[in-house]
């Protein structure tokens, strides 16, 4: 059995966090360390950490200086042992099996890297439905075309967690400090350097939605990060001969600037912020384009926009879309 490494970056989680590391600590995979990444966390976080050290073993404990997940992130696949990699938030439990399964079907399919579906909600017990599931192998080409499918398909496919990785995937990558979407910033570079993955349709990663998670926060200025990571990812699949991607990144990013625009704008009142964003979708917008995602961003639509995004908003108000 070779060793795999389980990486938990922990902030602020002593609500969820013994779930969370009892979950792992219980996998019928049993060749694991499981890497606790205590980043500075000011709650009970760092004594549970400790205590789970002292009765298990495989667990390690690595208590930093407070720097973000990413961060964490990283500096638990610097201090990792395995072959192969799992990361698990500290927040969300997995099933019993999830490690095993991934393994197996890795293996078996001579894969750079597995994984599987999710659920999520507030539930404290959920039930995994074990019931075998066909494999299915993908290339990394429509692993990426699916994180564009919808908001469940791109989680599971972008997300770190639920999945088991060659550590190889990680030479010389890291995730971005300070950003709160850091993995938006690298899982396509991960995924671009697969030639087989195996997707498993069974849900063994229980993605846990908590009020004070930083994903549930009220918006704000900071949660714009994704828009770097969104704009990168129309040259990366450029230069990687992903023509259709590349495409599809472009008109992905055009909509996501019109929606962060009415968001500062009615939101936040953040001229500043609006300016920006305006200044970002001119740099990059081609007379002419007509999204092939949006039916209603036509290319009527996305010049006037161009050129003044308070005509787009007059809009919106008359036609009954827009809301405050």
Not at 128 to 134: G, I, K, P, Y
């Amino acid at each position: 059995m070779e060793l795999i490494s389980i990486i938990v970056p922990i902030y602020k989680a002593e609500a969820y966090l013994d779930k969370c590391i009892q979950s792992i600590a219980q996998q019928t995979y049993k060749n694991i360390e499981i890497i606790l990444v205590d980043d500075e966390s000011p709650d009970k976080c760092p004594e549970i950490c400790d205590k789970w050290a002292a009765k298990d073993n495989r667990v390690i404990v690595i208590h930093k200086p407070n720097g973000g997940v990413s961060s964490s992130r990283n500096t638990g696949l610097a201090r990792t042992n395995g072959e192969y990699i799992a990361m698990v938030d500290s927040d969300d439990y997995i099933s019993e099996n999830m490690i095993e399964r991934l393994y197996i079907a890795l293996k078996n399919n001579d894969a750079d890297l597995s994984l599987c579906d999710f659920d999520k909600g507030k539930e404290e017990n959920y039930i995994f439905d074990n019931t075998t599931a066909e494999n299915e192998i993908i290339d990394a080409k429509t692993a990426l075309e699916r994180s564009y499918i919808d908001s469940h398909k791109a989680l599971q496919y972008i997300a770190p967690w639920g999945k088991l990785y060659k550590k190889s995937l990680f030479d010389n990558l890291e995730y971005p400090n300070g950003k709160i979407f850091e993995d938006i910033y690298i899982t396509h570079q991960i995924l671009c350097r697969c030639n087989k993955i195996v997707v498993i349709d069974s849900i063994m990663t229980y993605y846990f939605q908590h009020s004070d998670s930083i994903m549930n926060k009220k918006f704000h200025i900071g949660k714009l990060d994704y828009l770097d990571a969104s704009k990168s990812r129309i040259e990366f699949f450029k230069n990687n001969n992903f023509t259709e991607l590349s495409e599809i990144a472009y008109d992905e990013y055009l909509h996501s600037l019109i929606w962060e625009y009415s968001r500062t704008r009615d939101i936040l009142h953040d001229r500043f912020a609006k300016k920006a964003i305006i200044k970002r979708f001119r740099e990059i917008y081609v007379k002419g384009y007509e999204s092939k995602r949006y039916p209603d961003e036509n290319r009527k639509f996305l010049r006037i926009f161009c050129l003044n995004p308070e005509i787009i908003v007059l809009y919106w108000r008359i036609d009954g879309k827009f809301k405050k």
